[in-house]
């Protein structure tokens, strides 16, 4: 692996990009919006900044991570090259699987695909290309930067060689592979989401405020943030998008996102990202 292509600057793009070019891989990260590309490498300077300032790197280092770094507004010259293309877009199947078939025209034959979804099934998008055996889900956390997992998902033709390339390009970059099936939501978000979805029912039931419902979960069993502040951090938006999506696959109301989720998502209040959700910032 020499050359990796990210296809979308947002948090989670410029995370990927950020951990891979610190780690002396060539990065091209990809986005249609010249605007996103110019806030992305901000994002990843600041982060550097952060890390400088910390003593975990210093300056030599984050001018080579950020020399490793190209940015593409293409697809199609973007990936060209490429030995892995991760994608990192919106949550949105349909988004998703042209953003797959568009890759998966332009990218080298030999090149894998890999999905930074949080919930959207791999096997679907692998189904778009004409190389499902290279299709994988590496699905990083936020901040990506800090987050040692990398949640591995193989789809239903995702080919032993291209699981063990992904497992070891993941350790390569000081991050622990934990590998799942393809079910919705995979792991960590069939457990993570239905506690927020369930704190956001206390919290709507007048069991606590937000407030105390975060300090219990951070007091009480350790979380570094309890599950509206999280929620917040994640987006109230992605949380719904997440819980919709297995709601569907598993065809079970148990993951219906509670009613003042919807209502939330429905006002424009997202968390951090529009200054109010459970907090204002
Ligand atoms: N880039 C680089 N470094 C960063 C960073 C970033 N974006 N954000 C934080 N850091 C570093 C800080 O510099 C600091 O470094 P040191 O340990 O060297 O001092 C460290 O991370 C801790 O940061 P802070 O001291 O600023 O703040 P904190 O102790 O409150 O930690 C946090 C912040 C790491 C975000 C912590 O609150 C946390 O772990 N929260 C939970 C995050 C989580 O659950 N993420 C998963 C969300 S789910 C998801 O992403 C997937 C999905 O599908 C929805």
Avoid: W
């Amino acid at each position: 692996m020499n050359l990796i292509a990210v296809v979308g600057a947002g948090t989670m793009g410029n995370g990927i990009a950020h951990v891979f070019a610190q780690k002396g891989y060539k990065v091209n990260l990809i986005d249609t919006q010249h605007t996103a590309l110019e806030k992305a490498l901000q994002t990843i300077q600041k982060n550097l900044d952060r890390q400088i300032s910390k003593g975990s790197i210093d300056e030599a280092n984050k001018i080579s991570t950020l020399n490793n770094i190209s940015i593409f507004e293409s697809i199609e010259l973007g990936v060209v090259n490429a030995d892995l293309v991760i994608e990192a877009a919106t949550e949105n199947s349909e988004i998703k699987k042209k953003i797959f078939s568009l890759i998966d025209q332009y990218a080298p034959s030999n090149c894998i695909l890999a999905s930074n979804t949080s919930s959207i099934s791999i096997t679907q998008l692998g189904a778009v290309t004409k190389r499902p055996e290279k299709v994988i889900g590496m699905h990083f956390m936020n901040p990506v930067p800090v987050m040692k997992l990398v949640e591995i998902i193989n789809g239903d033709q995702t080919s032993l060689v291209v699981t063990e390339t992904i497992v070891k390009l993941t350790e390569a970059i000081n991050k622990i592979p934990c590998v799942v099936k393809d079910f919705p939501g995979f792991i960590a978000n069939r457990i993570l989401m239905p506690m927020i979805n369930e704190a956001i029912i206390a919290l709507s039931e007048g069991v606590s405020d937000a407030n105390t419902i975060d300090q219990i979960m951070k007091l009480g069993m350790a979380h570094p943030m309890g599950p509206l502040q999280l929620a917040d951090y994640i987006g109230l938006d992605v949380c719904k998008n997440i819980l919709d999506i297995m709601k569907e696959g598993f065809d079970n109301t148990k993951y219906a996102p509670a009613p003042l989720l919807v209502e939330m998502v429905a006002e424009g209040k997202l968390g951090i990202k529009t200054g109010v959700g459970f907090y204002k910032y």
